[in-house]
């Protein structure tokens, strides 16, 4: 026997109508859109409709799709959902709550067709700026003027584009989509011979609100060329509530520097920035994911590369000791044959001197599928404190073969009890900034 509820709302009436007990009677999504475009991400949202034809709330709807090989759901029960073309074709989407189902009919074309409703669009085709069209990011950006209410989109078209950029510390609401993940390459080649570590980035974000999708971003040093081995960043974070989904971060020593202004000269941990990465995909060799920030990787790879060496550490932590951390949740780790020493983390600046700094680092959920030795995490130096037999580099429900075999004969490897996990859940460490809503925001 099917129950059904009935959803009620007393509103005021319009004009000379009484007061009158609204009932749900229909359901409808917005926007109605009719087309969409491969490799973009659509909002949509749900609300009830009374038997005046007048919006009303319910509770929550669940969410299909027809053809999962032209879209994917990013969630299938709430009042929103994010819809990703996939393929030309056409599908159709459907809300449902009770007995009450709402369908629309999507269609889905070919990239090449769309015309984003940016602020900027950055064309590698081009020589010169025409109009509200740019030929590098950099132009680009040196225009962005976005407001909390008014985000300044710049939409980056497919195409190879050698540059290195910064978006300034006194910048905030801008959002970089690109075209398509694989496609969209903003590239530069620099490293720590001869110049300091942080301006090695090929993108290099000390200002807050910042978003970042559908691109790649990548430090050639060692990754098209053959040089000595040395630090070259590709993606330096440092500002607040800084957003990334769908890119991929390419280096190989110290490929993504997720930092929170700590100043090494005096000691001092400036900001306490917090940054959200969303399905990324993270490449590197050793300490590839590294800094004092507070950044939560959720559905995300991070990949060791094999070159010339065998042993590789994923990440290598500096962060506050009263913070979480680096955190990776339903995450895969995974590595090149040949690796056959994949640490998870090493200390890095665990100096006695530096009191307020920690390596808390931690791992839950995710596939762990490299060959890591048996103690999991290491001292980047034997003078450094004992940090990884603490509390500070933890594990927790992880499978694959790198995982812990007996979660509860762990050795070394700490693992965190069910109430211990939930203080590392994304709201609990990223407080009151609604990330998921800045991420997913488009045009």
């Known amino acids: 026997m099917l129950l059904i509820a009935t959803l009620c709302l007393t509103l005021a009436a319009c004009s000379d109508d009484s007061d009158y007990t609204a009932v749900l009677t229909n359901l409808k999504i917005s926007p ?27 509770d929550s709807a669940d969410w299909s799709i027809s053809d999962e090989s032209i879209g994917s759901l990013d969630k299938i029960t709430g009042l929103s959902v994010n819809l990703t073309a996939i393929a030309e074709g056409t599908v159709t989407l459907t809300a449902q709550t009770g007995d009450f189902k709402k369908s629309i009919s999507l269609t889905v074309e070919a990239a090449s067709n769309f015309v984003p409703d940016a602020d900027a669009i950055v064309d590698s085709s081009l020589t010169s700026q025409d109009g509200n069209q740019y030929p590098t990011l950099g132009d680009a950006l040196s225009d962005a003027n976005g407001t909390a209410n008014d985000w300044y989109t710049i939409y980056v078209k497919d195409g190879q584009y050698y540059e290195q950029n910064t978006i300034g510390e006194g ?35 000390n200002g807050s609100d910042v978003t970042v999708k559908n691109l ?41 520097m997720d930092n929170c202004g700590y100043d090494w000269s005096s000691d001092d941990l400036l900001t306490k920035a917090r940054h959200y990465y969303k399905n990324v995909y993270v490449e590197g060799t050793v300490d590839f994911i590294f800094g004092a920030g507070t950044a939560v990787f959720e559905d995300s790879e991070i990949h060791m590369v094999y070159r010339d060496n065998s042993t590789g550490y994923y990440t ?29 983390g090493r200390n890095w600046h665990a100096y006695d001197s530096y009191t307020d700094v920690s390596t808390n680092t931690a791992i839950l959920n995710s596939a762990i599928d490299a060959e890591v030795p048996a103690d999991g995490w290491k001292q980047m130096s034997s003078s450094y404190p004992d940090f990884y037999e603490s509390d500070l580099m933890v594990e927790y429900n992880n499978i694959g073969t790198g995982a812990v075999a007996d979660p509860a004969n762990p050795g070394k490897r700490k693992q965190l009890t069910d109430t211990q996990a939930d203080e590392y859940a994304t709201h609990v460490i990223l407080g009151d900034w609604d990330y998921e809503a800045q991420v997913n925001a488009s045009f």
């Open 316 to 344: 290598a932590p500096a962060t506050a000791a009263s913070m979480k951390g680096l955190v990776f949740n339903n995450c895969n780790f995974t590595a090149d044959d040949g690796i056959t020493a994949a640490y998870l």
């Open 32 to 58: 109605n859109t009719s087309e969409l475009y491969v490799g973009i991400t659509q909002q949509f949202t749900v609300s009830g409709v009374d038997q005046k034809g007048n919006t009303m709330s319910i």
């Open 216 to 256: 790649t971003i990548e430090n050639s040093y060692n990754t098209r060329e053959d040089n000595d081995e040395h630090q070259a960043i590709a993606l330096y974070v440092n500002g607040d509530r800084v957003a990334f989904k769908d890119i991929n971060v390419i280096g190989r020593q110290d490929t993504l």
């Open 171 to 205: 910048s905030q609401y801008i959002r970089i989509i690109g075209q398509s993940t694989d496609n969209t390459v903003i590239y530069y080649n620099q490293s720590t011979e001869g110049q300091d570590m942080k301006k090695t980035g090929t993108l290099i974000i």
